[in-house]
């Protein structure tokens, strides 16, 4: 490689490495740094730089300068000098390599040794207020100027309407490192998601979308390297623009860059949308004890929430030990950037941002007015893909479930938790379930959002498997390292007589019996479901509810199903695709309970097992485990995306949790129609829509029935 030696004054915008057929030209931000050189290197890793020049050009606190010799494929980070003042707030040490925060591509991999922390870590608790003057450039990753250009054809979004959708939560290796069918240097590769065989499945099962868990540039924590784990779920973000280099193919970042743009174009021309999960609420670099990566070492307090009055110590309302500066101007502009980039530059159709709440944080309180909200709502690009939110942190008053704005839709904790409370048969959840199954009106309607704004689940990656839900009552994480202390003990979970594995028949039938109810749930629910990559064939975690650093088999989904495992597949596939042909599940509008438009039709009616219509007593009953409703497909208010109103067949559904049989009688048709099965979970044989003579139907326990009306 040829050291560039020509420096030119360049310009302080776009920030980043930016290569324009010419040169590159570099800009950092630092707003209280005091020089700022840029390093050069000719290999990755194991070597100090071969040039360093200063950028002695500032314009607005951005220091610039353009290379006119350097080429796309140049290694280069910054070194940053200024006061190592912890106290206030500063951690300037120019003995440390920096990673650029607007790096389109990383090469390597963090070296864990003491050279990577600003001080000299050890055992006195002020350890941190001395400097570390250990060089780290030989053990840090290096940025890498990438070439811009894909030749993307006639992608286009597909901007599927949100009540069409389906999303299946993903990661990027545990669902492809097992595959049979895909060639070995593919599997856990963004180019193994787009192989044939994971599409067509995908297909088959019928998701509309595939959400992927973080492929942002992120690293493995050192005490889990310490451990010989890894951090395998990747909420651990070192940079919001580059790729995570594990998933690649090859090691070249811009090869990398370019595999993840054909792995969306392929699931784009197999009509499915990709959805990222994105960690902007901290970085890796941890609390006052972290190493000095990047972000810490270029502008401490504009990038990091510290403490008031003691800017030594940072705010954490992420458990992870920093949260990202939410009132800090570039902090913002770093994120916006970073959502477009990906938006215009690698055609991903939405977003998930992991513990949303803490980017709501302008003082202390969430604040649904804030900053960000307000800069997300103005942006033509951003506001126009689909934006879900985990709507909480671990802050006081975090949890935000139902309050965020409208445009956002929200993994709606309160679904997940009421719906393992009902099958589980606790007492006191009718009510609940009543709103949780008709899209949470009590939660989005009232700021002006849909039924879509409820994200239903049951499960996802944090917590246990579905299989895993129906067979244990405690976590068991020792593989984790730290004596199963870590991971939630609250799992509102049910091992239906046995923990674990068990060769007891009626336990296990009971267990895919539970499985049918939670995923026929979802498919029944109005709202958007999502469904977790591997329930449908039953994977498990063997009971470990935070398998965060398990990067093997106890993560990676196995494609080697048995006949269990491709029974419960087949209902997956069924529920998705009764789902696909009743537009009365897929709503725009919530019920009303009434007639609408004229109509003499009520959208909805709840029922009693002996046919009578649900009064306050049943709602308000703690006992109340059994009932049943009806929704109407002619519905004058079952409207397509035009207005046209939709015409369905009516729905019965009648749900039994408690551990009894039920008969429940279903409510009379007009005319000479007469209600056919359409599935029960507790007979999954059951397929062939056959009429019912009458309208009583017995209900075993622990069952749910679905039937609809006869043309």
């Known amino acids: 490689m040829k050291v560039p030696t020509i420096v030119y004054p360049g310009t302080p915008y776009p920030l980043g490495a930016t290569w324009d057929g010419k040169g590159v030209n570099f800009a950092l931000f630092s707003e209280s740094a005091e020089k700022v050189e ?3 290197f000719d290999q990755p890793s194991g070597a100090p730089e071969v040039s360093r020049i200063q950028l002695t050009e500032q314009t607005a606190n951005v220091w610039h300068a353009y290379l006119p010799e350097a080429r796309p494929g140049l290694l280069y980070g910054y070194r940053v000098y200024g006061p190592y003042d912890p106290p206030n707030g500063l951690r300037f040490n120019p003995h440390k390599l920096l990673l650029d925060p607007y790096a389109k591509g990383i090469s390597g991999r963090v070296q864990w040794s003491e050279a990577m922390f600003g001080y000299v870590p050890g055992d006195d608790e002020d350890a941190d207020l001395k400097i570390n003057e250990q060089d780290s450039a030989p053990g840090m990753p290096k940025a890498i100027v990438i070439e811009p250009g894909f030749s993307w054809g006639d992608d286009t979004p597909l901007r599927i309407p949100w009540r069409d959708t389906v999303i299946y939560e993903a990661h990027v290796k545990g669902l492809t490192q097992l595959h049979p069918d895909i060639p070995p240097d593919l599997r856990g590769t963004y180019a193994g998601v787009a192989q044939d065989s994971v599409l067509r499945y995908l297909s088959k099962l019928g998701v509309t979308a595939i959400e992927l868990m973080p492929v942002h540039h992120f690293i493995h924590d050192k005490r889990l390297v310490d451990m010989g784990l890894r951090n395998y779920w990747g909420y651990n973000s070192l940079s919001y623009f580059a790729l995570h280099p594990d998933y690649g193919e090859t090691s070249s970042s811009g090869r990398t860059v370019n595999e993840f743009k054909t792995m969306v174009r392929t699931l784009h021309s197999h ?14 670099e941890g609390n006052h004890l972290g190493p000095t990566l990047s972000f810490r070492g270029i502008d401490n307090p504009t990038y990091y929430r510290l403490m008031a009055g003691d800017e030594r110590h940072y705010m954490d309302f992420t458990g992870t030990g920093n949260s990202l500066n939410m009132r800090s101007p570039m902090t913002l502009q770093l994120i916006m950037d970073s959502l477009r980039y990906w938006v215009t530059e690698m055609h991903v159709d939405g977003f998930r941002f992991d513990l949303a709440s803490t980017l709501a944080r302008e003082l202390h309180e969430v604040d649904r007015l804030s900053a960000f909200f307000d800069m997300i709502h103005q942006d ?15 802050g006081d008053g975090g949890y935000q479930v139902g309050n965020f704005p409208v445009l956002w839709t929200e993994w709606n904790g309160k679904y997940r ?3 393992r409370r009902y099958w589980r048969g606790d007492p006191g959840q009718v009510g609940e379930i009543g709103f949780r199954l008709t899209g949470s009106s009590d939660l989005y309607e009232h700021s002006g959002r849909r039924p879509y704004a409820s994200i239903n689940f049951v499960t996802c990656h944090d917590g246990f498997t579905l299989h895993d839900l129906v067979s244990y009552n405690e976590k068991h994480n020792e593989a984790n390292g730290e004596e199963s202390r870590d991971g939630t003990t609250d799992n509102t979970s049910w091992n239906c007589g046995a923990e674990g594995d068990t060769d007891d028949a009626t336990i296990l039938e009971l267990r895919d019996r539970q499985s049918r109810n939670f995923l026929s749930s979802l498919a029944l629910s109005q709202g958007v479901p999502m469904f977790l990559h591997g329930d449908e064939v039953r994977r498990t975690q063997a009971g470990n509810n935070n398998a965060y650093c ?11 199903v048995d006949d269990r495992s491709k029974a419960m597949l087949d209902w997956v596939e069924r529920m998705c695709a009764f789902r696909r042909n009743h ?3 897929r709503r725009r509008r919530f019920f009303q309970g009434r007639a609408t438009r004229g109509s003499d039709t009520r959208d909805i009616i709840w029922y009693r097992p002996d046919g009578a219509e649900m009064n306050a007593d049943e709602w308000g009953n703690g006992e109340t485990r059994a009932l049943g409703f009806v929704l109407s497909g002619d519905a004058a208010d079952l409207v397509d995306e035009r207005g046209s109103v939709m015409h369905d067949r009516t729905i019965g559904v009648v749900m039994n949790s408690s551990p009894d049989a039920v008969t429940f009688t279903l409510p009379r048709l007009p005319g000479r129609r007469r209600w056919s099965v359409a599935f029960d979970t507790n007979d999954p044989a059951i397929d062939d829509g056959r009429s019912l003579a009458q309208r009583t139907y017995p209900l075993e326990a622990r069952s749910l029935a679905v039937f609809v009306a006869s043309d």
């Open 38 to 40: 840029l390093c050069l």
């Open 271 to 284: 009509g499915f949308e990709v959805i990222l999960d994105v960690v902007y609420n901290h970085t890796a």
């Open 380 to 394: 033509p690009v951003i506001s126009q893909v689909k934006l879900i939110a985990e709507p909480w942190d671990l």
């Open 417 to 419: 938790d009421t719906l």
């Open 550 to 560: 398990q990067d093997n088999e106890i993560s990676w989904m196995s494609w080697d």
């Open 583 to 585: 537009p009365v599940l």
